[in-house]
Protein backbone atom coordinates (compact mmCIF):
# COMPACT_ATOMS: atom_id res chain seq x y z
CA UNK A 1 0.00 0.00 0.00
CA UNK A 2 1.56 3.57 -0.66
CA UNK A 3 1.39 5.98 1.71
CA UNK A 4 -0.62 9.16 1.05
CA UNK A 5 0.98 11.44 3.33
CA UNK A 6 3.26 14.72 1.28
CA UNK A 7 6.93 14.00 1.59
CA UNK A 8 9.25 17.06 2.19
CA UNK A 9 11.63 17.81 -0.59
CA UNK A 10 15.33 18.42 0.40
CA UNK A 11 17.44 19.90 -2.12
CA UNK A 12 21.52 19.13 -2.45
CA UNK A 13 23.88 21.62 -2.35
CA UNK A 14 24.85 21.52 -5.84
CA UNK A 15 21.11 22.29 -7.21
CA UNK A 16 21.52 26.19 -7.31
CA UNK A 17 24.35 25.55 -9.30
CA UNK A 18 22.57 23.12 -11.61
CA UNK A 19 19.69 25.64 -12.35
CA UNK A 20 22.10 28.26 -12.82
CA UNK A 21 23.49 26.46 -16.45
CA UNK A 22 19.35 26.07 -17.57
CA UNK A 23 18.02 29.09 -19.26
CA UNK A 24 16.15 30.98 -15.98
CA UNK A 25 12.62 30.77 -18.38
CA UNK A 26 12.62 27.51 -17.21
CA UNK A 27 13.20 27.67 -13.47
CA UNK A 28 9.68 27.69 -12.06
CA UNK A 29 8.21 25.09 -14.54
CA UNK A 30 11.30 22.91 -13.08
CA UNK A 31 10.26 24.03 -9.51
CA UNK A 32 6.44 23.61 -10.42
CA UNK A 33 7.17 19.99 -11.29
CA UNK A 34 9.09 18.91 -8.99
CA UNK A 35 6.87 19.51 -6.27
CA UNK A 36 3.58 18.60 -8.12
CA UNK A 37 5.18 14.97 -8.93
CA UNK A 38 7.94 14.14 -6.07
CA UNK A 39 5.43 15.84 -3.54
CA UNK A 40 3.50 12.74 -3.49
CA UNK A 41 4.19 9.12 -4.36
CA UNK A 42 7.56 9.73 -5.81
CA UNK A 43 8.25 5.98 -5.62
CA UNK A 44 5.50 4.61 -8.03
CA UNK A 45 6.83 4.17 -11.50
CA UNK A 46 5.47 6.13 -13.63
CA UNK A 47 5.61 6.80 -17.63
CA UNK A 48 7.73 9.72 -16.73
CA UNK A 49 9.00 8.30 -13.39
CA UNK A 50 11.45 5.40 -13.66
CA UNK A 51 13.57 3.89 -10.99
CA UNK A 52 17.86 3.87 -12.52
CA UNK A 53 19.16 0.54 -13.37
CA UNK A 54 22.95 3.01 -13.69
CA UNK A 55 22.29 6.71 -12.18
CA UNK A 56 24.98 9.15 -13.42
CA UNK A 57 25.28 10.28 -9.55
CA UNK A 58 26.39 7.81 -6.71
CA UNK A 59 22.97 8.05 -4.60
CA UNK A 60 20.20 8.87 -6.87
CA UNK A 61 18.01 5.86 -7.28
CA UNK A 62 14.98 7.43 -9.36
CA UNK A 63 14.91 10.03 -12.26
CA UNK A 64 12.00 12.22 -13.54
CA UNK A 65 11.55 13.60 -17.09
CA UNK A 66 9.36 16.08 -18.11
CA UNK A 67 9.20 19.63 -19.95
CA UNK A 68 10.13 20.60 -23.75
CA UNK A 69 10.50 17.01 -25.29
CA UNK A 70 11.27 15.89 -21.71
CA UNK A 71 14.52 17.34 -22.13
CA UNK A 72 14.67 18.12 -18.11
CA UNK A 73 16.08 15.15 -15.44
CA UNK A 74 16.05 15.46 -11.98
CA UNK A 75 17.40 12.08 -10.17
CA UNK A 76 16.27 12.23 -6.50
CA UNK A 77 16.45 9.05 -3.56
CA UNK A 78 13.42 8.47 -1.34
CA UNK A 79 13.41 7.92 2.30
CA UNK A 80 10.00 5.95 3.36
CA UNK A 81 10.98 5.88 7.05
CA UNK A 82 11.50 10.11 7.06
CA UNK A 83 9.11 11.14 4.55
CA UNK A 84 11.79 12.91 2.44
CA UNK A 85 12.75 13.12 -1.11
CA UNK A 86 16.64 13.76 -1.98
CA UNK A 87 16.81 15.98 -5.17
CA UNK A 88 20.31 15.53 -6.05
CA UNK A 89 20.63 16.37 -9.83
CA UNK A 90 18.53 18.74 -12.18
CA UNK A 91 20.08 18.23 -15.75
CA UNK A 92 19.02 18.65 -19.19
CA UNK A 93 19.17 16.42 -21.89
CA UNK A 94 20.23 17.01 -25.74
CA UNK A 95 19.93 14.35 -27.93
CA UNK A 96 21.68 11.63 -26.61
CA UNK A 97 23.94 13.55 -24.07
CA UNK A 98 22.72 14.39 -20.66
CA UNK A 99 24.13 18.07 -19.29
CA UNK A 100 24.01 18.44 -15.36
CA UNK A 101 25.48 22.24 -14.05
CA UNK A 102 26.75 22.62 -17.87
CA UNK A 103 29.05 19.28 -17.73
CA UNK A 104 28.18 16.11 -20.11
CA UNK A 105 27.49 13.50 -17.93
CA UNK A 106 28.02 9.59 -19.21
CA UNK A 107 25.23 7.57 -20.07
Do not use: C
Amino acid sequence: MVSSAAYRLVYDTEVPAQLRAIERKYHSLIRTMIEELLHFEPAVETQNRKPLSRPPTPDARWELRFGPQNRFRVFYRVHDDTQEVYILAIGMKVRNRLYVGGEEYKL
